[in-house]
């Protein structure tokens, strides 16, 4: 009898512990379930959020490689590398000063780009205007139409041999990889006419100082070394970092 008195209490908190969840769901009010979420199309076929989350980090990746091919920064980066091998000072500017004012040069040069793609396509997409294949043709073509004007027709026909095309009738009809291909290819052509000019009067110092110290005896001194402080002296009388950058800005050819 006492042992049965004594195992009453925990059968009656086990059945307790077991009711629980049910009591508490009963006591909850029934939410509906979610809607299975979609997002854009490819074809017929819809494009889950998880899956155009996927897509958008992907192409995050790709934005620095973006930033080197589809902007001015290729030819401003080379010839800013190309004008301090010129003057002779090693690693002065340091990689980072170059690479941040290319980068600041390049959103001066590339912002009416960027604003006339904001406002024709994707500040309308994304306020509910347009949808976003219209959006992106006309948000992508101010910059199709930037890098065309700095395109060579030489280097497009050459690419669009290699795709195996003819001639392109219009703009329009060049495949976007043959105009990369042809914008990267006359930016470092670009690039190296403009570096050949400014290693011009630096060449010149170097050779005026070598004949000096030639007719001077002086043969175990290193000319780059006695002919880099008037490159400097030169470069900074003239001004140089301002003419560099104004000429720079000043060589891209409007869309």
Do not use: C
Not at 62 to 88: D, E, H, K, N, Y
């Amino acid at each position: 009898m006492r042992s049965r008195i004594v195992l009453l209490p925990a059968l009656l908190l086990a059945v307790f512990l077991l009711l629980m969840p049910a009591l508490a769901a009963a006591q909850q009010p029934q939410l509906p379930s979610l809607p299975d979420v979609t997002v854009g199309r490819i074809g017929d076929a819809p494009v889950s959020l998880p899956l155009q989350t996927l897509l958008l980090m992907t192409a995050i990746t790709l934005i620095p490689s973006m930033l080197l091919v589809l902007t001015a920064f290729t030819r401003i980066i080379v010839v800013l590398a190309l004008l301090r091998q010129a003057l002779g000072t090693g690693q002065t500017p340091s990689n980072q000063v170059l690479v941040g004012l290319a980068l600041f040069l390049t959103a001066l040069v590339m912002t009416p780009v960027w604003e006339a793609a904001w406002s024709a396509g994707f500040g309308p997409w994304l306020s509910g205007e347009l949808d976003f294949r219209s959006a992106w043709d006309l948000g992508t073509a101010p910059l199709r139409g930037f890098m065309l004007a700095q395109v060579r027709e030489t280097d497009l026909m050459t690419f669009a041999g290699l795709a195996g095309h003819g001639a392109y009738a219009s703009p329009d009809e060049v495949p976007f990889q043959v105009l990369v291909a042809s914008f990267i290819t006359s930016e470092l052509k670009t690039a190296f006419e403009i570096g050949f000019l400014i290693f011009i009067p630096f060449i010149i110092i170097d050779l005026v100082v070598a004949s000096v110290l030639m007719s001077m005896g002086m043969m175990m001194l290193s000319p780059m070394l006695v002919s880099a402080p008037f490159k400097i002296l030169l470069f900074v009388l003239v001004d140089g970092w301002v003419l560099a950058v104004g000429t720079l800005a000043a060589s891209f050819n409007a869309s």
